[in-house]
């Protein structure tokens, strides 16, 4: 047995730090009995994405040491703490997640003031059936929670009701093919001078995989061999492509809104496996790499950016 206390740094601001920190501390290599403690103390900021990814790193470090991970100084100022437990992550996470500390005292955030709905994680689970009504009832949920985004976009853009097809899309997957409960977190910002929006949809499961789900297809004769697709930005390109699409939908048609959206308004990053399919923004190149360790599950991020007209 032994103890791991790993700070987290600053690296929960932004996806790519993530990744970096996810490099330096595979969950992968803890050993049943290891105590893993995270240390918050340096954390300043932390986004949709990364909150998920931590979410999904915590699962999979309780997946190897069977001991509930530790999360330790934890700011109440800046408010770290406030923005967790207002995304009900410490609810979510309780089966393989404890807090270090007494916290009773800390104010947080009027629930009436801030709705709940709009920071807070969106279970989607693994069952297609139930699934499928639960994706219907969340994106009708999110349609009202949101209508302001949407207005937003809709204003800038005619294809604004684009945010709503890539949001569709992205959930009803984790029930298709992750098999695995997944996790939905979308969240707006405003620049200081009111003069930009952002709105960053972000979502993770911790099931096959995309090479999982393409793999099984090919075993179960529900598509033919796939040809020179070999590694896991492999069959992320092949997923995202016209070829990986066999209904007119699926993951081709976030790629097709991003384009007709504005590419120079949007970013995606997607991780599956060893496999990442990155685009940033003002950026019309869709890239592809392939990790050295491996992340379990997909993991998704989609910003989407406008200025505010006065």
């Given at each position: 047995m032994?103890?791991?206390?790993?700070?987290?740094?600053d690296?929960?601001r932004?996806?790519?730090?993530w990744?970096?920190?996810?490099r330096?501390?595979?969950?992968n290599?803890?050993?049943?009995?290891?105590?893993?403690f995270?240390?918050f103390?340096k954390v300043?900021?932390?986004?949709?994405?990364?909150?998920?990814?931590?979410?999904?790193?915590?699962?999979?470090a309780?997946?190897?040491?069977?001991?509930?991970v530790?999360?330790?100084?934890?700011?109440s100022y800046?408010?770290?703490?406030?923005?967790?437990?207002?995304?009900?992550?410490?609810?979510?996470?309780?089966?393989?997640?404890?807090?270090?500390?007494?916290?009773?005292?800390?104010?947080?955030?009027?629930?009436?003031?801030?709705?709940?709905?709009?920071y807070?994680?969106?279970?989607?689970?693994?069952?297609?059936?139930?699934?499928?009504?639960k994706?219907?009832?969340?994106?009708?949920e999110?349609?009202?929670?949101?209508?302001d985004i949407?207005?937003?976009?809709?204003?800038?853009?005619?294809?604004?009701?684009?945010?709503?097809?890539i949001?569709?899309?992205?959930?009803?997957n984790?029930?298709?093919?992750?098999?695995?409960?997944?996790y939905?977190?979308v969240?707006k910002?405003?620049?200081?001078?009111k003069r930009?929006i952002?709105?960053s949809?972000?979502?993770?499961?911790n099931?096959?995989g995309i090479?999982?789900?393409?793999?099984?297809?090919?075993?179960?004769?529900?598509?033919?061999?796939?040809?020179?697709?070999?590694?896991?930005?492999?069959y992320?390109k092949y997923?995202?492509?016209?070829k990986?699409?066999?209904?007119?939908a699926?993951?081709?048609s976030v790629?097709?809104?991003?384009?007709?959206?504005?590419?120079h308004?949007?970013a995606?990053?997607?991780v599956?496996?060893?496999g990442?399919?990155?685009?940033?923004?003002d950026?019309?190149?869709?890239?592809?790499?392939?990790?050295?360790?491996?992340?379990r599950?997909?993991?998704?991020?989609?910003?989407?950016?406008?200025?505010?007209?006065?």
């Amino acid at each position: 047995m032994n103890t791991h206390l790993i700070e987290l740094g600053d690296h929960l601001r932004d996806e790519l730090r993530w990744l970096v920190f996810y490099r330096s501390y595979d969950p992968n290599l803890f050993s049943k009995g290891d105590a893993v403690f995270l240390d918050f103390s340096k954390v300043s900021f932390i986004i949709p994405y990364c909150l998920l990814g931590l979410l999904a790193y915590c699962k999979s470090a309780f997946r190897k040491t069977k001991v509930k991970v530790t999360l330790c100084n934890i700011p109440s100022y800046p408010t770290i703490y406030q923005y967790m437990e207002r995304t009900d992550f410490f609810t979510i996470a309780a089966n393989f997640v404890q807090v270090e500390g007494d916290y009773s005292e800390v104010y947080l955030w009027d629930r009436d003031y801030v709705p709940r709905k709009m920071y807070g994680i969106v279970e989607i689970g693994r069952n297609r059936i139930d699934s499928a009504n639960k994706i219907a009832q969340t994106i009708d949920e999110l349609t009202q929670r949101y209508d302001d985004i949407l207005d937003f976009f809709a204003s800038k853009h005619e294809n604004g009701h684009l945010f709503f097809t890539i949001l569709s899309e992205i959930t009803a997957n984790i029930p298709e093919h992750s098999r695995s409960k997944g996790y939905l977190l979308v969240q707006k910002y405003e620049s200081q001078n009111k003069r930009t929006i952002s709105t960053s949809v972000s979502i993770m499961d911790n099931g096959v995989g995309i090479r999982g789900r393409l793999e099984e297809q090919v075993t179960n004769g529900d598509r033919r061999p796939l040809k020179n697709v070999i590694t896991d930005s492999d069959y992320l390109k092949y997923a995202f492509s016209e070829k990986g699409t066999r209904s007119g939908a699926g993951l081709n048609s976030v790629i097709r809104s991003l384009k007709e959206w504005d590419t120079h308004d949007t970013a995606i990053l997607v991780v599956s496996g060893r496999g990442v399919m990155y685009k940033g923004q003002d950026s019309n190149k869709i890239t592809f790499s392939d990790e050295q360790l491996f992340f379990r599950g997909t993991h998704t991020t989609i910003w989407f950016y406008g200025d505010i007209e006065t």
